[in-house]
């Protein structure tokens, strides 16, 4: 199944997929007689007159839609023959229908005029010259009322077609509605406009030519468009069939006719086509259905060698290059080009398989080179610190001339010192780190007298595991600056040591908790989000740094968790993965 995903598949589909339908017209337009080829044609241009002659009557069906609601709902034209055609709110009730009516006829853009009629006034919105269409309709609209006085609703609100000199075209449809009182509302639509619209559709000239009859059932009565046609289509019949042809006397042209009727309005619509428009390339796509079965296996023949030898044969080389080079096969390299892009391509892939083969091992000793740098500069950070605090405690005792116990410090200081000196390790034994924090333990003892006390748990076995230097030191002295600030009881620190699990796995657990004041909440969370919190003299720095060395070492697969004890004294818990990663 692979390959149908090929490029190669899927070029030569492609090509087929648009030379085959090709073919298969041109060799089914070939059998075809140039009957079909008219039937086909003309269905296309019978929907299109099809589509305008329903278009135009729901046009027509909206207009009439429009005159019912306004009057039926529009306010001011039931109020109008209320007043008095002399009074003030007859002539404000008229200046808003005027204007809602000067809106509307733009609205129905088909409208010619939109007009509210009574014997006494008329108030219309118009696109023509607005004397001559206020005149046709005091004319017409009075035989219009004249005439269906005695007739139905249903009957009086037919479009009617009528015709004035006066008026562009002659012909037009006149519609209208009797509100009250001898008010009607209507609107005029001139067929010259729908004439102009239908002849859109066909404007070149060459396609065919329009009109509009008069019709009685399915005959057609009399024309009532200006434009002449090409030849006298009268005579023919609105039937089921879809086109009728006519030869013209003239000239001996086959043309055409297509007659659509109206079912708002007794009119038809006639579409009339010259057959030759229709049928003047059919000659040529038969003599090119003969030859094309040839030309496309030609053709197809071509494609294929010179697709497989510029785009088949060079991609397939570099996609094996590769794949052996994903196989660690890093010896491999590909052959020149005979494209600009494949030339290209195939540079690249050899510079590139040089430098990965040149540089793999390097790259990943430099990385180990960086990770070393960074994990000495982290821990060179810390030594200075507690060197600077033990010197401060030394100059305290100097000062109060207790000359026993700056001895006993500054020996405890020189062992620490001495170890950080001679040590070439980054880690060092559990024993040895709770050493260093015996010695410091005993600075501060020396510093605070029986105000400060330490306890150590932790097997035998446990004091033998590595660690990173420094890794408990800075929190037993964050405790200390930060937690003892109660003096009048005894501060206790407990540092554990021991063999617990993480996420399933083995993992060494170091604890250092005490009784002091604990965290606060402010700092509490920043030291949960691992950022970093100034506090005092020291900064916090011994704190972050801790995080940010276990953190190069271990990654996510270490934990550090800050809280507080139900007591309310800090407690600091360290995971450390006991395999792949030192620990």
Not at 121 to 147: F, L, P, V
Not at 165 to 172: E, I, N
Request: hydrophobic share 40%.
């Amino acid at each position: 199944m692979k390959f149908v995903y090929s490029i190669r598949t899927i070029l030569i589909a492609g090509f087929l997929a648009v030379m085959l339908p090709t073919l298969l017209f041109m060799m089914i337009n070939h059998f075809y007689s140039r009957d079909i080829v008219r039937d086909k044609v003309t269905e296309t241009y019978s929907n299109t007159l099809d589509i305008f002659v329903g278009q135009t009557d729901d046009n027509l069906d909206e207009i009439m839609n429009y005159l019912l609601k306004m009057s039926i709902l529009d306010v001011d034209v039931g109020m109008l023959m209320s007043f008095p055609t002399n009074d003030d709110m007859y002539t404000l009730t008229k200046i808003r229908i005027d204007t809602k009516l000067k809106r509307d006829v733009d609205i129905y853009n088909v409208i010619d005029s939109v007009f509210l009629y009574h014997e006494q006034d008329i108030i219309m919105g118009t696109n023509s010259e607005y004397n001559n269409m206020k005149d046709i309709i005091q004319t017409h609209m009075g035989e219009r009322t004249a005439s269906t006085a005695s007739i139905t609703d249903d009957v009086s609100r037919r479009w009617e077609v009528r015709f004035d000199q006066r008026m562009p075209g002659g012909f037009f449809l006149l519609n209208s509605i009797e509100v009250n009182a001898g008010l009607h509302v209507g609107a005029l639509i001139r067929l010259k406009d729908i004439n102009e619209s239908l002849l859109t559709q066909w404007s070149d000239g060459v396609i065919g030519d329009t009109g509009i009859w008069l019709r009685e059932e399915d005959r057609l009565k009399k024309r009532l468009t200006e434009n002449e046609p090409p030849v006298d289509a009268g005579a023919t019949r609105i039937t089921n069939v879809s086109y009728q042809t006519l030869s013209s006397s003239d000239n001996g042209k086959s043309y055409l006719v297509m007659n659509r009727p109206s079912r708002v309005v007794p009119v038809a619509y006639q579409v009339i086509v010259p057959e030759q428009a229709l049928l003047k390339e059919l000659s040529f796509f038969r003599n090119v259905a003969l030859f094309a079965p040839i030309g496309l296996v030609l053709i197809l023949s071509l494609y294929l060698i010179f697709i497989r030898k510029m785009l088949f044969k060079p991609l397939q080389e570099l996609i094996f290059g590769m794949r052996k080079i994903s196989l660690g096969m890093l010896d491999v390299r590909l052959k020149r080009g005979k494209t600009i892009e494949f030339e290209f391509l195939g540079e690249t892939f050899n510079k590139m398989a040089e430098q990965i083969k040149t540089l793999k091992i390097d790259v990943y000793e430099e990385q180990l080179r960086v990770k070393q740098g960074e994990l000495r500069q982290l821990q060179s950070q810390i030594n200075p610190h507690f060197y600077m605090n033990s010197l401060n405690i030394i100059y305290n005792l100097a000062a109060l001339n207790d000359t026993e116990s700056v001895k006993k410090m500054s020996l405890h200081l020189a062992d620490y010192f001495r170890f950080i000196m001679r040590s070439n390790s980054d880690t060092i034994t559990i024993r040895e780190e709770l050493s260093h924090i015996g010695n410091y333990i005993t600075i501060q003892q020396i510093r605070f007298p029986d105000k400060l006390a330490c306890a150590i748990k932790a097997d035998e076995e446990v004091t033998k595991l590595p660690i990173p230097a420094l890794t408990l030191q800075p929190f037993v002295e964050n405790a200390i600056i930060h937690g003892f600030k109660n003096r009048r009881k005894t501060f206790h620190i407990s540092i554990t040591a021991a063999i617990g699990e993480r996420e399933g796995q083995p993992a060494l657990t170091l604890t250092v908790a005490d009784n002091g004041t604990g965290y606060d909440e402010a700092v509490l969370e920043q030291l949960r989000q691992k950022r970093y919190v100034p506090q005092g003299d020291s900064g916090g720095l011994g704190i972050m740094n801790v995080i940010d060395r276990l953190s190069i070492l271990y990654g996510d697969r270490c934990s550090i968790e800050f809280g507080n004890s139900a007591d309310g004294g800090a407690v600091v818990t360290i995971s450390i993965p006991l395999q792949g990663g030192g620990a």
